[in-house]
Every structure is written in C-alpha cells, then in structure tokens.
C-alpha cells in the first residue's frame, strides 16, 4: 500500500511569492491534515480537510490556506510568502472517518529568500 | 488547554538502557495519545498510540504507560538501541478528528 505522498519535496520562493505544495493521501483514506514544522515551533496543525470540506483550522494567518479534491488529495497554498514561512509543511492521511492512525509523508522543505 | 507538554528536550541513553519520555497534558477532551518517531529529513512515522481506557499498551520494545488521572503519559524504550536515536513527540487528539497537539520533541542519543 503506498504511503502519502508530498510533491515537492523541496522549494526555493522569493518574499512576497506564493506557493502551492501538494499531498496524495494513502488509498481509501478523506482526512488530510497540514502541519508546519520549525526548529522554534514545532510541529504545528494547519488545518485538516475531510470530503472536500475544512473540518478543523489551526492559527495561521489567512495567507494560508488549502482544498481537498474529490479523490481526497489536497493542495495547501501559502500566498504572499515572508521568511517565517520557511518550514518542512507535513501532510498527514487518516482513515474513513478521520478517526483513526495519522500516517505522515515525507514533506516538502520551504524555504523562503 | 491546548498544550502537550513533553520532557526531557534531550535525552542521552546507553545501549540497553531504557530511555523515558514524559507528557502532560491538560485539556480532559483528549481521547487519543500517539507517539511519533521522526528521522533527519523524514516525516514522522506512528510508533505506538493508546485510548485513555487503558493504562498501559506494548508493542515490542515500546511501552506507553497512561495515567488518567495525573492526565500524563510516558514512553519507555526498552533495550535501548543506536537505531532508535530520533526525535520522539507525544500527541494528543479529540473528538475523532485528525488534528494531532504536539509535545515540543525529545532528541534521543543511544551511544553504542
């Protein structure tokens, strides 16, 4: 069974640019949910999409958001990108209901200049 | 309420030994409690998790013992090896969504 997948895996973005980073959730699985990590902050929850809606947000400012399609992948874009943004964004899958185990992928390394 | 609260930051261990993590958490809506063991430049991979309506679940060498009460709960490493040197991060998670409160992290060395 494949894993979740996160293209890319790394970006290099100017101030002021935006971005879109990419999650394929494991096979079966509607939850996805985004995480930032930094060496500061931690792993901190974005929000999480389940059946195309935002089920759950974190405290992120409105320059970040996200959408799930209806074969459950997702998209999280970051618009108007500062240098605090630079982090490793995590997506994670979980089951049917969104109840069940989170699986994480690799991520995708964001770095601002 | 939100805050798992995760010790020690650092952790040195011999091989054999048994490494300890500790969390803390305050919000009695957590119904979820998964560890994650994450490598350089990987994501973090589920290890083991536990309900709050059991006190203690092992899976190989890892154990998590759960003190409701207390609302603490700790990871042991049994047999300490070089490989399991990684970061380890307590979890918390209610209400059946995938939306995971993180500890701040450990760094665990096993010296050989």
Known sequence: KAGVTQTPRYLIKTRGQQVTLSCSPISGHRSVSWYQQTPGQGLQFLFEYFSETQRNKGNFPGRFSGRQFSNSRSEMNVSTLELGDSALYLCASSGVTGDTEAFFGQGTRLTVV | ?112
């Open chain 2, 1 to 112: 309420q939100q805050q798992v609260k995760q010790s020690p930051q650092s952790l040195i261990v011999q091989k054999g030994g048994i490494s300890i993590i500790n969390c803390a958490y305050e919000n009695t809506a957590f119904d979820y409690f998964p560890w994650y063991q994450q490598f350089p430049g990987k994501g973090p991979a589920l290890l083991i998790a536990i309900r709050p309506d059991v006190s203690e679940k092992k899976e190989g060498r890892f154990t998590i013992s759960f003190n409701k009460s207390a609302k603490q709960f700790s990871l042991h490493i049994m047999d300490s090896q070089p490989g399991d040197s990684a970061t380890y991060f307590c979890a918390a998670n209610s209400g059946g969504y995938n939306k995971l409160i993180f500890g701040a992290g450990t760094r665990l060395a096993v010296h050989p």
